[in-house]
């Protein structure tokens, strides 16, 4: 795991999960961009359940709509698809002990041996930069703080014809120590998927399974600060032939009135969804390929 990711969550595994007795229940109501689509989402948290809904429009014109439940006392999350009121249930761990068990595991690997260290095609340096502006400014009674970043990509020897990956953000963040995808800090929660790579065509070309072209990755993190919860967002990413894609996000509404628990239960209405059992003879097939 790369430094700069775990700086970014060892605030969230040090905080105490009695900080999460006392809060009252919160939701926020959020804009969403990408490029020229527009879409609005909810995210409501109460103990340790949260509830993300998301409504928008796909690029052919039609409505999409989903919801997510993180059930964290029950370890679950729970999707729910409104066009056909049927609801998906799966195995959930929090943030915290997802990114303990990649430590672990990365402890337990061995490291790479020299002769296959001297077969790689080169390297890459991917840098994160991050600037706390230090300008701040009040919003939904919030002290917020405005901190930039950049994320690059420096390849030697460069393969591909295509421009490195480079990504920009900024944005305005606020402490909210909400339970939320079963931590107890939502402070730089969004920030692991400012550091994931783009999937680009140089991206697959340097990282894909291809072990003629197998490139070393090494992570810098310059500069330090600290996050928080978004409440506006912009992050600025470069496509291969050097657009730019715009995605944002802003807070339009924070309330703290009691929300009701059967928001974070799967309505009653809702069909389970149960995979469909294969025959016999299907399964048989399936050994040889033609399943």
Avoid at 66 to 77: K, M
Avoid at 178 to 200: H, K, N, P, V
Avoid at 278 to 290: E, N, P, Q, V
């Amino acid at each position: 795991m790369s430094k700069s990711l775990k700086s970014i969550f060892v605030a969230s595994v040090l905080t105490l999960a009695a900080a999460t007795a006392g809060l009252a229940d919160i939701r926020l109501k959020l804009k969403t961009t990408h490029d020229a689509h527009a879409g609005e989402s909810r995210i409501y948290i109460k103990g340790r359940r949260q509830r993300n809904e998301f409504k928008g429009t796909r690029p052919d014109g039609t409505q999409r709509e989903t919801a997510v439940i993180f059930q964290c006392d029950l370890g679950r999350q729970i999707v729910l698809d409104p066009a056909t009121r049927v609801v998906y249930e799966y195995p959930y761990v929090g943030r915290e002990e997802f990114f303990a068990r990649a430590e672990a595991a990365s402890a337990k690997a061995s490291p790479p041996k020299r002769e296959s260290q001297a077969r790689l095609a080169g390297r890459i340096l991917e840098t994160f930069t991050v600037t706390d502006t230090g300008e701040r400014r009040e919003m939904f009674g919030y002290t917020a703080r405005r901190i930039k970043t950049t994320l690059t990509w420096e390849i030697a020897p460069a393969s591909c014809p295509i421009a490195p990956l480079r990504r920009e953000t900024d944005g305005w963040y606020v402490d909210l120590l909400y339970g939320t995808f079963c931590s107890y800090d939502i402070s730089g929660a969004d920030e692991s998927e400012l550091l994931a790579l783009e999937r680009s065509k140089c991206a697959e070309h340097y990282l894909g399974g291809d072990p003629k072209r197998r490139y070393d990755i090494e992570h810098k993190q310059v500069g330090t600060a600290r996050f928080g919860y978004p409440l506006s967002l912009t992050v600025r990413s470069y496509t291969d032939d050097g657009r730019a894609s715009v995605r944002t996000s802003e807070v339009l509404e924070i309330s703290h009135d009691v929300l009701n628990a059967s928001l974070f239960e799967p309505p009653a209405d809702y069909t389970k969804y149960k995979p469909k059992k294969k025959s016999l003879a299907s399964r048989a097939l399936s050994l040889f390929g033609k399943g």
